[in-house]
């Protein structure tokens, strides 16, 4: 007997050719007998700009969503805005586009859903970070899959970060920064600052100044 699964649905808001498979993507998991919810502005953007059928499409918003997997319609950057919005839920997310980290080109869908079905298929695990603030209202999801970054604002100075591991000083650092990376963003935004390639598995976290007054800290 088929599983019923139930998949949350995000989606690139920019571009419509990136959006060009969705109506075949809903036909496959109509066929199926799933469950689909929709953020609230993939949908807005479907129905504005495509002809699919979004009929009987739950809707929600930010992170308020259940699922058992996440489906990504996009590039790299819509990837990681739904990780962030999937968070700590520990559910997995698959992309439909070719990409860094796309796993499905469009013409694999039929024959991806009949192994995701069949349960053949592997999840692999990534650590997210999750940022928390003492004293100020943060904007966006408080997750991230590739880096956190702390910058400057827009200033000939310097600033001050002071780092602590489990309440113990580790360093303060005069620079423009620090980037704050998992394995997964390690190839991103810290390599292009000089910090270092890590195996995605080994659950490692690094820290990478940006532009350091001081080179012992690199």
């Given at each position: 007997?088929?599983?019923?699964?139930?998949?949350?649905?995000f989606?690139?808001?920019?571009?419509?050719?990136?959006?060009?498979?969705?109506?075949?993507?809903?036909?496959?998991?109509r066929?199926?007998?799933?469950?689909?919810?929709?953020?609230?502005?993939?949908?807005?953007?479907?129905k504005?700009?495509?002809?699919?059928?979004?009929?009987?499409?739950?809707?929600?918003?930010?992170?308020?969503?259940n699922?058992d997997?996440?489906?990504?319609?996009?590039?790299?950057?819509?990837f990681l805005?739904?990780?962030?919005?999937?968070?700590?839920?520990?559910?997995?997310?698959?992309?439909?586009?070719?990409?860094?980290?796309?796993?499905?080109?469009?013409?694999?869908?039929?024959?991806?859903?009949?192994?995701?079905?069949?349960?053949?298929?592997?999840?692999?695990?990534?650590?997210?970070?999750?940022?928390?603030?003492?004293?100020y209202?943060?904007?966006?999801y408080?997750?991230?899959?590739?880096?956190?970054?702390?910058?400057?604002?827009?200033?000939?100075?310097?600033?001050?970060?002071?780092a602590?591991?489990?309440?113990?000083?580790?360093?303060?650092y005069?620079?423009?920064?620090?980037?704050?990376?998992t394995?997964?963003?390690?190839?991103?935004?810290?390599?292009?600052?000089?910090?270092?390639?890590?195996?995605?598995?080994?659950?490692?976290?690094?820290?990478?100044?940006?532009?350091?007054?001081?080179?012992?800290?690199?």
């Amino acid at each position: 007997m088929q599983r019923n699964l139930r998949f949350a649905l995000f989606g690139n808001t920019y571009q419509e050719h990136k959006s060009a498979h969705v109506t075949h993507l809903l036909e496959i998991l109509r066929g199926k007998g799933a469950e689909i919810c929709i953020s609230n502005e993939f949908y807005d953007f479907l129905k504005q700009h495509t002809k699919a059928n979004l009929d009987g499409l739950e809707i929600f918003k930010g992170y308020d969503f259940n699922a058992d997997m996440a489906l990504s319609i996009g590039g790299d950057g819509t990837f990681l805005r739904a990780a962030s919005r999937v968070g700590k839920k520990e559910i997995p997310i698959n992309t439909g586009r070719l990409g860094f980290l796309a796993d499905i080109s469009p013409d694999q869908m039929e024959e991806a859903f009949d192994e995701i079905y069949e349960g053949k298929y592997l999840a692999e695990p990534r650590r997210v970070l999750h940022l928390t603030s003492e004293g100020y209202v943060l904007k966006g999801y408080p997750y991230g899959l590739n880096e956190i970054a702390i910058l400057k604002r827009d200033s000939s100075s310097m600033i001050t970060i002071r780092a602590y591991i489990n309440s113990e000083p580790l360093c303060s650092y005069q620079a423009d920064g620090l980037i704050i990376a998992t394995p997964t963003g390690s190839t991103g935004y810290s390599l292009s600052v000089g910090g270092p390639i890590l195996v995605p598995q080994s659950g490692t976290i690094s820290l990478t100044p940006v532009a350091p007054h001081s080179l012992n800290v690199r």
